[in-house]
């Protein structure tokens, strides 16, 4: 696998990711909503810390989605291969179709990393 990872992500074997960006304590101190069974979707996924982070956290599916770009092909491979190495049952799609008035988690519009 190659070394350029967009996010730090731990890894069952003990080993990490060597991600430029290490999101980990943020995601410690980010005052979570309950997302036991919950749908979320990740939005500008990248190589899938936030989605893989949702699901850590009890969501029963997440979706995980980003532009269709030569980078993200290459982070759509390393999504492909923590997804392997985590067991993750996060689902990857290189679009998506919201109604422009969707509420997504309560909020009008289409935010970031919302439950879904």
């Not at 049952?89 to 289409?110: E, H, N």
Request: proline share 7%; net charge neutral.
């Amino acid at each position: 696998m190659h070394d350029d990872w967009w996010h730090t992500i731990d890894l069952p074997d003990g080993s990490s990711t060597s991600g430029g960006w290490d999101l980990r304590e943020t995601a410690t101190r980010i005052p979570w909503p309950d997302l036991t069974g919950k749908r979320c979707l990740d939005v500008g996924t990248a190589d899938g810390f936030w989605a893989f982070e949702m699901e850590k956290r009890g969501a029963s599916e997440v979706l995980a989605t980003d532009l269709p770009t030569p980078f993200q092909a290459r982070a759509r491979r390393r999504f492909e291969h923590a997804r392997d190495a985590l067991g993750s049952a996060v689902r990857y799609t290189g679009s998506i179709r919201l109604p422009a008035r969707a509420s997504v988690g309560g909020v009008r519009g289409s935010p970031h990393k919302a439950p879904i």
